[in-house]
């Protein structure tokens, strides 16, 4: 094997060791925050922590809307939210079969929904093409809104611990760390796997659907998957719903702002969202009913994200394409 070769391997596992113990530092950050604040976990996971993970995605669009790549700035979103929606709940379904308390997570739920829905009927108005830059009179009304429900669950009613400043400061430090080892690691794993691709002559396509989208999704999934094993049910579910509904509401928000102008990209992009929207509105339908993110929800997640690539990819969707 070329010594080159060996080289970026070893890198993409060094970024997988980032990835893993700056999850375990988050998660560890959040929850002495959370205990010594007496936050609910539930706004830890979709407020908190969600924000944190979700900068990937915010630095790469705003990178996007500066040099004018409107569309790889809307498969990000819609790739990204996917990638946490399938892989993130597939394998925690697969690993560990979660107990879901809907009644902590109704707003959340519902934005997790709309906001896909919401992209995609801009879409319909508009030839399929174009997200308009008057959404964001839509998009960050919505945000704030759900902010300001946030803070008033903010308190959890059970906890009633006295605040210890030395445990605060160690839950920030660590939730920092945490932070910047997930970067860190995402960068090594993204960077070099695209070195073996282009190696390997993968297509920019497949790279930039897979691997890009997937790679901002990594700090979410991650962490989710991190507090999951540690039976921070709450804060791994919270995480990725939270992180969907701020890369729809705030994200594609501030690519829109930062543009200035409208986003325009090829007809499969209203596709991408639907497919967000309907994988999103079937899932909290699961939820709901069963209360529990377990075998069946996982296996069925991981299907439907690898038969959405196989599509994409392979351009097998002559229905959605209207130009």
Not at 61 to 82: K, M, P, Q, Y
Not at 153 to 158: A, G, K, L
Not at 197 to 223: E, K, N, Y
Not at 245 to 255: A, C, D, G, H, P
Request: net charge negative; proline share 2%; charged share 10%.
């Amino acid at each position: 094997m070329d010594t080159s070769l060996i080289i970026i391997i070893g890198l993409i596992l060094l970024g997988f060791l980032f990835l893993y113990y700056g999850a375990e530092l988050l998660i560890s950050g959040a929850e002495k925050l959370a205990t010594n604040l007496n936050i609910s976990k539930a706004i830890v996971g979709v407020v908190i922590v969600a924000f944190g993970t979700s900068a990937p995605e915010l630095f790469v669009n705003v990178i996007c809307a500066c040099r004018d790549e409107t569309a790889f700035a809307l498969s990000n979103i819609s790739g990204s939210n996917l990638t946490n929606l399938c892989i993130g709940f597939g394998l925690i379904g697969i690993l560990y079969s979660l107990n879901v308390k809907v009644e902590s997570f109704k707003l959340d739920f519902s934005y997790f929904i709309l906001g896909p829905m919401i992209i995609a009927i801009c879409f319909i108005l508009y030839n399929y093409t174009i997200l308009p830059l008057w959404s964001v009179l839509i998009l960050i009304p919505m945000m704030l809104f759900f902010l300001y429900k946030a803070k008033q669950r903010f308190n959890d009613p059970d906890s009633h611990n006295e605040p210890d400043s030395t445990d605060i400061l160690k839950g920030v430090g660590m939730f920092i760390i945490g932070i910047l080892g997930l970067y860190i690691g995402g960068e090594l794993v993204v960077g070099n796997s695209q070195k073996i691709g282009q190696t390997f002559g993968i297509s920019d396509a497949i790279l930039g659907l897979t691997i890009v989208a997937g790679g901002t999704s990594i700090p979410d999934v991650m962490a989710s998957i991190v507090a999951a094993k540690r039976g921070e049910n709450e804060i791994a579910i919270g995480n990725i719903i939270g992180s969907n509904i701020f890369n729809i509401f705030f994200v594609l928000s501030s690519t829109l702002i930062v543009s200035g102008n409208d986003l325009i990209a090829d007809s499969l992009i209203f596709f991408d969202y639907s497919v967000v929207t309907l994988l999103s509105l079937f899932f909290v339908i699961y939820v709901i009913i069963r209360k529990k993110i377990d075998l069946l929800l996982g296996l069925i997640l991981l299907v439907a994200y690898i038969t959405y690539y196989y599509l994409r990819v392979s351009n097998s969707i002559p229905i959605f394409t209207f130009n």
